[in-house]
Nanobody, 114 residues
Framework: QVQLVESGGGLVQAGGSLRLSCAASESDFNRMGWYRQAPGKQRELVAVIYSGGSTVYGDFVKGRFTISRENAKNTVYLQMNSLRPEDTGVYYC??????????WGQGTQVTVSS
């Protein structure tokens, strides 16, 4: 069973920055990244990074966030800049291994005040 441990969430003012970290217990993955869920809304993709290094971002990111990884630490980071109140939600780390096996972290709260 893969363990994903998130950290870095918190409260920040609009326009501020946060960096989320997700440390995985395993290094082999197809893709790894972040989803988020706001109250009353569906979970949505924020950003993922593939094993080959390519990245995909949600449309709302618009150049504000950057996903990266540190292989030596089995860790993926999400640098979030120019945060907006609508970025508020629970951010979940996600890993896919193989074609269909998905793992989720416990989630970390991000709150952006106006």
């Amino acid at each position: 069973q893969v363990q994903l441990v998130e950290s870095g969430g918190g409260l920040v003012q609009a326009g501020g920055s946060l960096r989320l970290s997700c440390a995985a217990s395993e290094s082999d993955f197809n893709r790894m990244g972040w989803y988020r869920q706001a109250p009353g809304k569906q979970r949505e993709l924020v950003a993922v990074i593939y094993s080959g290094g390519s990245t995909v971002y949600g449309d709302f990111v618009k150049g504000r966030f950057t996903i990266s990884r540190e292989n030596a630490k089995n860790t993926v980071y999400l640098q979030m800049n120019s945060l907006r109140p609508e970025d508020t939600g629970v951010y979940y780390c996600y890993m896919r291994r193989g074609y269909t096996t998905n793992y989720w972290g416990q989630g970390t709260q991000v709150t952006v005040s106006s």
